[in-house]
């Protein structure tokens, strides 16, 4: 079941509504964090599109996961880049599904293991139900409805492509 | 792999970390792979990350150490954990606990990890089939038979230098006869796939039967250095002699001593390591220990990043055992 969404169009009207929510909100220079892997992808796009000067953050959160007794170290766990200083910043956190909400969870406390930033707005590309924490996106590409059982996953990083798999 | 290793649990994850020899390359590589993304936190404003929160770990030392004992404790500290040192030489054991005792009132206490240094060959093996079903136990050197993450911090440094082990020439200096730490880097090397493993050392000092292992043994030391990538230099262990193995350390100096001079031999590339700690002067000279070679220090900072790995992998166990990546 593929219904054919047009993450490139989602990703044009994302960065405008970023730059929207940035004005109202006065923040004068965003620094752009993606969440490795699906949400990086995204994230470079916007910061692409948005020319956001400061370099791209890579948060991976393998280290911060809350079910890492159950299944263990993440296999693809690569280094989160952050080189620019977090510390009284606006950030914009990206990622490309939005669901239970704990990966959010562990993503804000690593960031705050870097520094301690102004704010953080949330940016999600797909935004799907099943949350399990109080935690909402500022910023959404699509709201998507899923039967029970269904799972959202983002292909990339060229061309990107949501895929629905039934799990479980 | 084999299905009644200790080492693995039944789905092939990490349980145990106890030796290098029965254990796969993909493993392995999984180890450096992890250790890699460690490394990054000890550089971060907060040297911690919450993994191994609320785990209580013991370092169960039955023989001195304290660089590996410390760089352990620093390692359990930034994945969170709460670390209890016990210095066991001194403990309940002179006053005629037996081990299975101690082990059982540490298990009392809820520890979730045992960390051991022994001088018997096999200790940590024989701790391991003992302890409780949710306790991991990493051997931190056993006797002369293994010092794994040792191997691993080494493996790991050479790889940050040298990238393909297929193309490395490796040569291990001195006395490998007592090395627990030659005889990991052997295993590390081959199952890591090294061209070549070289053994360099007094008649004395090398045991009869290494060539099994598939290295190559020299006994001069121009010759053994010739071309190679890599010079892994073991500390001559004085307190391990028993006998007249050696002529006298400035006689040994004089033959095995790494100087600048011998290190000539070797590719104009060639990282020099040592396990430490060092005795200047009697294997290797201040010049070459100091030098531009020298990647001792490094290996250091590296073992505390594979520590970390390790020890997340046998608490946590990985989702899959061969670390294949998509």
């Known amino acids: ?168 | 792999m084999t299905g009644n290793n200790i080492q693995l649990d039944k789905s092939g994850n990490l349980k145990h970390f106890l030796s290098i020899e029965g254990l796969d390359q993909p493993l392995l590589q999984t180890i450096l792979d992890h250790a890699e993304s460690f490394a990054t936190v000890g550089e971060r404003p907060v040297k911690k990350v919450p993994l191994l929160r609320g785990k209580t770990i013991a370092n169960l030392f039955f023989e001195p150490s304290t660089r590996t004992r410390t760089t352990f404790e620093l390692a359990a500290k930034r994945l969170s954990a709460d670390i209890l040192n016990l210095n066991i030489s001194t403990m309940a054991t002179s006053k005629g606990e037996i081990l299975s005792d101690t082990l059982h009132t540490l298990e009392a206490m809820h520890c979730d990890m045992f960390v051991v240094r022994h001088a018997n060959s096999g200790a940590a093996h024989y701790i391991a089939s003992q302890v409780a079903q949710h306790i991991s136990v990493i051997n931190a050197g056993d006797g002369r038979h293994e010092h794994p993450t040792q191997a691993m911090l080494d493996m790991f440094t050479i790889r940050q230098h040298k990238k393909d082990f297929k193309k490395l020439s490796v040569a291990i200096v001195g006395d490998v006869l007592h090395s627990r730490v030659a005889r990991s880097n052997i295993h590390a090397l081959n199952v890591l796939g090294a061209n070549q493993v070289r053994i360099i050392g007094p008649h004395t000092l090398i045991p009869k039967d290494i060539e099994k292992l598939g290295v190559h043994v020299y006994h001069e030391m121009d010759k053994g250095l010739e071309n190679v990538d890599v010079v892994i230099m073991l500390r001559l262990q004085r307190e391990r002699m028993k006998g007249a193995l050696l002529p006298t350390e400035n006689e040994y100096f004089q033959r095995y001593g790494l100087t600048n001079e011998r290190l000539e031999n070797a590719k104009s590339d060639v990282i020099v390591m040592h396990p430490g700690p060092i005795n200047r002067g009697v294997e290797i000279d201040s010049d070459v220990a100091d030098g531009e070679h020298s990647v001792i220090l490094q290996q250091v900072s590296h073992g505390i990043a594979i520590r970390m790995a390790i020890m997340s992998m046998v608490m946590g166990g990985t989702s899959e055992s061969g670390g294949i990546k998509n």
Not at chain 1, 67 to 73: A, H, L, N, T
Not at chain 1, 77 to 90: E, Q
Not at chain 1, 111 to 120: N, Q, W
């Open chain 1, 1 to 168: 079941m593929n219904k054919e969404i047009n993450i490139e169009s989602l990703i044009d009207n994302m960065a405008n509504e970023i730059r929207t929510h940035c004005e109202d909100l006065k923040y004068k220079k965003p620094l752009m964090i993606g969440i490795q892997r699906g949400g990086v992808w995204v994230a470079t796009r916007l910061h692409h599109k948005l020319g956001y000067k400061d370099p791209l953050g890579e948060l991976n959160i393998a280290f911060y996961r809350d079910d890492f007794s159950k299944i263990g170290v993440h296999p693809e766990v690569k280094p989160s880049k952050l080189s620019t200083n977090i510390d009284d910043r606006d950030v914009i956190l990206v990622d490309d599904v939005l669901h239970t909400g704990r990966t959010i969870r562990a993503a804000m406390n690593e960031i705050f293991d870097f520094g301690r930033p102004a704010s953080i707005s949330l940016v999600i590309l797909i935004e799907r139900s099943g949350r399990e924490l109080p935690i909402q996106a500022d910023v959404i590409g699509k709201t998507i409805t899923l039967k029970q059982g269904e799972h959202a996953k983002l292909s990339g990083p060229e061309p990107m492509a949501l895929e629905i798999k039934k799990t479980g």
